[in-house]
């Protein structure tokens, strides 16, 4: 079920890790280590918060990745100025979200794509966890912060009905959701202060490209109406560049939300996966169904991303024990294998996941709880531009995610992630109650883990190995607990594939 | 969990089911009875098909039942005059929809909602079982048959890519999506005359009401932003009436759509469910993850249905064994007790449902097969209407569902369906090959059960009884093959429940 180019399968593992080693982990993160077992427990109660954001799914050119690692950056550092201003995942992830559309160089709000038209057409949706609501806004133009509009209709849904027992609108589009807007305090924009010269300029080149293919394609298709399938290359470099974020909040609340320009030269009116519920972001915190609060925001081709619903779907996913395995999973049969894009042979788009439980320390209190993060990407275009960063932490941590050399965009994935352990007690030992551990041998191998990672990089991260290659090449597990199940079923086999790959282990 | 005014949770179900008699069987299903093992199978073969359509939830007034009636009736001859004619779901279902829109009595095209600007926005939405593609058009105006735009859209998608490598778009909105319409081949139609009498008095109504509600508001709540809960009446008495169809056809394809002009008084811009994927409707053909071809159109509240995305949900539940029960928990579980939804005290909407798989006769050759469809409806509104034909059958049979006096609506639901066997033989004995039917003793039960219901209703048809209660007084099943296994292993009581509500055993 692996649609794998040839080359990347027979790649070993160990050579596509030694190509694409984890980034180094950044040491403001050492707040909360296990050698510093005293540190004042209240004030890291009140900065308590995670964020996860992406530049988007697509082509990041090395020559701009310093742009781009910077608007993450500063996007998560506005999320956790808000956190620890003391405000819900909501508020976080929108500041994160506005941060994003600013910058120039992402396609959301200010810079967004052109549509054939030579205009500015935005999509955008936000989903609160804690609440199930969910808010989006589509094809609006002369807004530059499209993510404030679905913020609102959120928050105006929230209150209740309107006159006359109408029922709020969660989703709105084109002039009317400018006209919502502009009547709820939200600031129009002039769309021509919206382009860039980065923007008009790749509207010439791609007009001008269009055209060119138009001619070409009359010409050899003159007497036949079947399309031209796109090239590899116009694929694999086409600029995606959707932005997310998702965050949990001191509460453990989380939230989701995304922003994009859509595709470049689109026809005017097209909503892509950012405006649709399921597909662009999704958010709901534990429940007595959920053993996970999760997060999910996407980028890449909105159409792939709508027809499989992907943030669902992988939010779903993750309520599994293994959540690398999970995404995994869903990444490919959900995904490049979907049966809902079977006449694909390039399924272009990438998501970031966070699941959270909260779990007790034994010692010196069981009373006091702390949240436990995993946090992953993946992606099967070129690269993904990702930052992260606790409400703990001094900065952020960016990174440039790209597929190893010779996979094919499209058709195999890259996935990476770590783990954050947020307020509590710092000592892991004697730890009980994090979801799917149940005996104690396996809360004690738990407590090892979180442990050595500890010790081995301050701030509790453990980076996943990125994977890209064939079902038979890759670890069968990420999970120590479950390792330790599987090591016990099939003996030596499974540990050594622990041993090649488990950061722990080498 | 079940939210039943007391009233109704303690109506008996017998007394729900006499003031709720199914409607009696048409006449003019008799061309396929196992009375008539003769009739000519190629014949038969030519005419295969099934059409079920819904001209919507909401509250359809007995002086107007005979047009609503009428219109189902229309819409269903006009898929079934596609059907032999040789098209495939797509078309049939497009051609229902058509019909639907067309008449000034349902809120979807002509005769459409007005928003609160005074104007028509249409939403629609279709999709195709066979290729999962999907196509859906949202707050267009000037265009009297929106679904004629998603059908081309799914259509244009389905050929591939477009100059320059560019993806076609899946959903389009507004200008721009009347604009592209128009540059395919569909004609404009001036937004006044998809205005009715009906229509724009209805608006005057509305706007006169509306501002008497919010000077009433302003006088109560002058000091405070909290807003007012709309009354049982206001909710219950809104008519809600998208329409739309599900189709199977000769090859066993299914396809669904659904077309709206949304919630009256709309905001512009708003987007309601019919234009959502996944909300408004959903058909996937069996596969190797599916053993059911399964097919639904939704209708109601856009917002209730976007949030818990209904259509989904109950295509996927309906892949359990017992389709009556299974779309009974999907209602109950993901619709009216759902944690989406749980600040909402009146949950408003309504589905069509189908189901088919194929079979074998075993006599007189096991290569002749034929399809099975079970189709159901149910509804939390005051009423539904809906229409269901085969193409082996002269005329439609149509049916206005309501909840039993006493019940809330929002808060109860009714459930009813039937099964409808296309094609093949006409004998069920010996047949095999039925989804979740494994023994030859199973295979049996269902014979006797198709036996009995063709002797009894030519067409064979069968009526599961309405139901609208509590979970303790429903009936624990309604298939035959589930009921023996449950009576085998509980002994009496099952079978004394069945006595009581199995049509069969009465």
Known sequence: MWRCAGGVMETPLNCAEEQQLPPPLPDSWSTVTPQEPTTDRKDKGNAVGFVLVHAGAGYHSESKAKEYKHVCKRACQRAVDRLKAGALAVDAVTAALVELEDSPFTNAGMGSNLNLSGEIECDASIMDGK???????????????????????????????????????????????????????????????????????????????????????????????????????????????????????????????????????????????????????????????????????????????????????????????????????????????????????????????????????????????????EFLWSHTTESMCVGYMSAQDGKAKTHISRLPPGAVAGQSLAIEGGVCRLGGCCSLVGSSGLRGVETEEEVEEVCHQFLQLGAAHPGLFSFFRPFSGSAASRPSTTSMVTWRREREEQGQRSESVWRNNCPLCI
């Open 131 to 373: 609440s199930l609501h969910y808010g989006a806004v589509g094809a609006v133009s002369g807004i530059n912060n499209p993510v404030l509009v679905a913020n609102r209709l959120l928050s105006e849904a929230q209150k209740g009905k309107l006159s006359a027992g109408r029922i709020p609108p969660c989703f709105l589009v084109g002039r009317g959701a400018h006209d919502w807007a502009v009547s709820h305090g939200i600031p129009p924009c002039p769309s021509e202060k919206m382009a860039t010269k980065f923007s008009l300029s790749a509207y010439k080149r791609n007009k001008h490209k269009m055209e060119l293919a138009e001619k070409v394609e009359t010409g050899f298709n003159h007497h036949s109406k079947k399309r031209r399938q796109a090239s590899e290359t116009e694929n694999g470099s086409g600029l995606l560049d959707t932005v997310g974020a998702i965050v949990v909040d001191r509460e453990g609340n989380v939230a989701a939300a995304v922003s994009s320009g859509g595709l470049a030269m689109k026809h005017p009116g097209r909503v892509g996966q950012a405006a649709h519920h399921g597909c662009g972001c999704w958010a709901e915190n534990t429940s007595t169904l959920n053993p996970y609060s999760t997060a999910v925001s996407t980028s890449g081709c909105g159409e792939h991303l709508i027809r499989t619903m992907l943030a669902r779907e992988c939010s779903s996913a993750m309520q599994c024990e293994d959540a690398h395995q999970a995404l995994l999973e869903a990444m490919q049969n959900k995904f490049i294998s979907s049966p809902f894009l079977a006449s694909e042979d390039c399924v272009l788009g990438g998501v970031i996941v966070l699941r959270c439980c909260r779990y007790s320390d034994a010692q010196p209190s069981a009373d006091i709880q702390a949240i436990l993060v």
